[in-house]
Every structure is written in structure tokens, then in C-alpha cells.
């Protein structure tokens, strides 16, 4: 048998015989071998009652009737069978076998017209069978895999989910005395659905990952060869050397010679054995996002509900499996040919010194850390425009209503519920930069033409609030009922010696009461746009210096606690470009990147987490963020859209 950890393209090649899937069984860790091959497998092995998986080495439990009880991937089949469909195929049970054949049965590995097949599955020792719908129009394609599952106990079908026990149930469970009676319980069909969108970001984020570590190890082949290439012309120019100096210098030659191919063997061995573990992940995580996609698309809703638990298990263990760090530089050997007149033929001949050769960075699966730590769901989304416009300030004002204001230069902001109906229109005479509620239902509003803040009551009158001598942004207002916001003396985002960039602090009755510039010596910010109080009380802000955007966390001492740049140890399609920025009641920091379509997600101290929010949502551009009273994660991007998601840290289950 080849090895199982070999990458194929072929979705339906056996790991260990490399040949396409005879009798297919998919064990608990959602990786698929013949049956005869696993026979074959664990035949030599040293405990009766368990083996490790070939790919992951995880241990699977031996089932009492041996191999052959292990469940067989009927998704796989159903692959294969559709595979191997012809159109002029015919119904097998029809006397005359002239109908067209409709579906098929994969434990009877017989056609049926569809008469037969409602019979078929209408029998009671063939109910609960598997069975593929064929498509004569498209040869070769599944349009349905159905399958019936039924309680053990009661015998009927299971057409509810019990919530407690996350299991199929039948409508007996629910109405008579059992194990379920009283367990809160919904729809199968429900129930599936609610599984399902907990796994597809799970297999979403493979799908994004796998291709940065299949680059990952074609840099490692490449660097393994780069590094053959250097020693061969090092020793070419030894040897040529060596030459040059005649026979009596053949000693020097070897020795140096046997130091560079040592040197290449011990390099290119290190490299081999971390490209086989890459090699080996690769495979591994390949297939079970293969599997568990299989299974999620074609299984039905009982078996859904049935493998959630173990997909999520699964994949947690997967994240284990993946390296968390690259390799340190290789070392390759340099030749320096020596003096021409020298003390020695040592010196005459030359000598070697080593070279660094910069390894490709091992990327890190940040989105399947996203999926298994967080449950993120797209609640509304809706356009404030029929043309393109940036949305640069939303500020909720209740559960489920916010003023979003978009258009830079705009003097209107309008009033949206979560569902996307416009509820009120306010036409300002002043430019509109940002939007803040206060806890009273106070509206205040910046005004960078004007250099000034208003503010408006709850019957929306506009009255002044305070004038600077800045050009104000983005504001938030604090835990000590202070309002701060950022000001800057030019809307250049590059500083000189008498530039003004600061952070003003400002009482609730409108006088300023500190300016935070610098940290006594040094000018903290160069262009600051949004800013938001995390947890501890610290500010955060998002700095749009061109030389190096980031954000900052400061005290109100204009102490510098973190700056933060951008995630450096994934490849990443364009530089870190902040702009909303929200902290949360759990003490994440979120903020917006602008070129990458995604909300980045740290921690009290600055830390990345992950991307919460990519650009598989469809969203270009994110600039305003909010959170709403309910924890609703508000976006407004470049598109004139505005996106609501509900987002929270998943509870582990250890049952």
C-alpha cells in the first residue's frame, strides 16, 4: 500500500491503495478507506479493540463485528454510483425492463423506475435504505441522496430534534412516556438547518486555508531545491578549484566538499521531515473538510443532527494537528577561494562559511479559529443607496433602530431599523463627519467644516454644543460621562514639527477638559479617525498615518499601552488599513480594514485573535462600526450597505 499521508486531487482515491473507494468506510475522524484496505491495515496491529487512523493517527474504536461494522460513507457511494450512471440505464425490477431507470439503491445496488422506487421505499425492510436520484439530463449528477432514518424505539420515523439530547426523535418520543418527554424539541428540518450553518463556516474556512498551506509546501519543495542548486555550484566551484592547485590538494577538497554535502543533507532532512508533516496535515484536513462537506450536503437531516457534535469535535482537533510555527532559517555553505600567495594550502585553497536562506512563513488557519471559538451570524443587511457611497458613522439609538449617515460632505442622516426601512429623514446645516447617541437619547453630531459639535434633544432641535479650534471626527463617549474626540489641525494624514493631532476630552457641559497629544515627550498620533473605550477604561483609536496605519491604545494619561499593525504571520492580500473601531462587553476590540473586506478581532491587550468577518459576506470596503444595545454588530462599508450581525464566543460542550 502507498502512503496515506500522499496529496491526491482525486476526491474519490483511497489513502492506502490509492485506487478509487471499493466498499468505502468513513471513521469517526471523518477520514475514508476501503474496507478491505483497513482490513489489511489493522491486521498487524497490536491492540484488537483499537487502531490509528492512517492519515491523523487519531484511535478508532474497533466495532465488535470487526472492521465490516464500521459505517459506510454512503455519501462517497452515492459519488461513485453517479459516476459510473449511464442514461440508457433501465429499471431492474420492471418485468420487462424498459422504464428509465429514475434512481438507484445503494444497499441493493439496483436502478428503479419511480413507481418502483415509491414501492421500494414504501416496504418495511427496505424504508430506511439510501437512495440516489439521477438526473438524465445531467449524466452523472446527484440531484438527491434520500434517506429515512427511524426511532429504534418506536420504529417511526424521526421527524423532530430534541434540543437537550441533540437527537433525532420521533413523534411518540414527544407524546408518550420516554427518555425525550418533556426535552424541548423542534423541527428535523429545523433542527438540520441550525447544524448546518454551524459547520459550513467551519468548512468555508478549510476551503480558505487549504490553499495557503498546499503554497506553504510547494515554497518548502522550492527551497529545497534552491538549496541543492547553491550547494551544487559551491561544489563545482571547489572542485574547480582543487584543479587549479593540482593533487596535492585532493585532502583539502574532500574534507571541504563532504562539509557542504553534510551541511545539505542535514538542511534538506529537516526540511523533507517538516514538508512531510505539512504533506501529511494537508492530507488530513483535506479530506475531513471533504467528508464533513459530503456529509453536510447530502446527509439527511437525522444524520446531520446526529454528526454535528462529532464534525465540531472534529474539527477542533484538526486545528490541533496543524503546525502553529514554520521552520528557522536554512543554512546553506559559501566557497572563498583563498590567497594566491598564502602561508598554507589551507589559505591557498579557499574556505567555506554559511549563508541564510530566508523559509517560507507557515500560514495559520485564523478563519477555522474563528469558526470553532465564535458563532457568527448575518442578521440584516440592506442598501441606504441606489449609487456607490461611503457609510462613515452609524450610532444606534435603541435594540433595533440607528441614524447612519453616508456620503462624505453629506449635511442629511437618516434613521434605519435592523430590517433596512428608513424612519425618519434630519437635514443639518452643517456637514455631518460622525454620529454619537448619548445614555439620554442626546444626539451629537461633528462637524469638520465647521470646526464645531452640535447636539440634538429628543425632538431633534439642534443647538451648539462646543466649538474647537480643530478640525473634529470620530467620537465616543465614556464611562465617566465624558465625550472624546479626535481632532486634527489638517486633514493630511503626514505630520510635520508644528502639526496638531490630538484626542480632546470634554465635559458633559461642553468644556474642554485635557487635550491628549503626546506622551510628554513624543507626538502620539499622526491622523486619528475613529475611537472607542474598551473594557478597562483605556481608548483605542485608529490611526490613518500613511507611512504605517495602525491602532493605538492609550490611557487618559497619554500613556501608550499597544499599538497594533496588522496581522504579520498570515499572508494577507493587502497592508492593515483601519478605520471603525468598537470594543465590546467581553472586552474584544474590533476594527474595520478597509482593503481587506474584514473586521479584525483582538483582545484586552491588543492581541489578534482572528478575523471575525471576512469578505465572503460580500462586504468591500468596511468603514463605520457599531454595537447596538443587543450586542448587533453594525458595518457600514464603501457600497452603500449596511450589514447586522449577531456574533458570541461559543460555549465548549465537555459532555
Known sequence: MGDPSEVSSDPLMCGLCHKRYNDPRILDCFHTFCCECLEKHTHNAHSKVTFPCPICHLEITIPKTGIKGLKQNYYVRAILASATYSTNCKCDTCKENEQQAHSRCLECNSNFCKPCNTRHMKANETRDHHVIELSPQEAKSITKLTHRSFCEKHKEETVYYCILCETPICKDCVTKVSEHKGHRYKNIVEGAKEKRSKVKPMI??????????????????STKKLLADYAEETVNEIKSRCKYLQQELQKICNSLVEGVEGKLKTESNRIETHAKTIENTLRSVSTITKSAEEAINLGSDSEVVLMCQKLQNRFKHADKEIPQVGLHPAVSSNFHVGESHGSNLEEM??????TEIKL????????LRIALNFDVQLMYNFKVANHIDTIHAIAPLSEKEAWICHGWGTQEMNLYSREGEKLRTVKLDIQIDDILTKPNGDILVSSY????IIKLDGDLKQTDFVHLDLYPGGMTYTKRNELLVCAVDSYVTTRNSRSRRMIIRISEAGKIIDMIEDDGFTAIFTAPYRLHENMLGDIVVSDREEAEVHTTTITLDGFVKNKYTGQKD????KPFNPFGIVSDKHGHVLV???????????????????????????IRGPNALALDKEGYLWIGDTKS???????????ENNT
Open 449 to 452: 467644516d465647521d470646526k464645531k
Open 570 to 573: 498570515y499572508r494577507v492580500k
Open 641 to 651: 450597505t449596511v450589514w447586522i450581525f449577531k456574533y458570541s464566543r461559543r460555549v
Open 360 to 367: 517560507p512563513m507557515l500560514p495559520i488557519p485564523w478563519g
Open 349 to 354: 585553497f579557499g574556505s567555506c562559511d554559511t
Open 592 to 618: 474595520a480594514d478597509w482593503s481587506n473586506h474584514a473586521i479584525h478581532l483582538l483582545d484586552l491587550s491588543g492581541q489578534f485573535i482572528g478575523f471575525l468577518i471576512t469578505e465572503n459576506y460580500g
Open 204 to 221: 468555508q474556512s478549510m476551503h480558505e486555508y487549504l490553499p495557503c498551506l498546499q503554497d506553504y509546501l510547494n515554497e518548502l519543495h
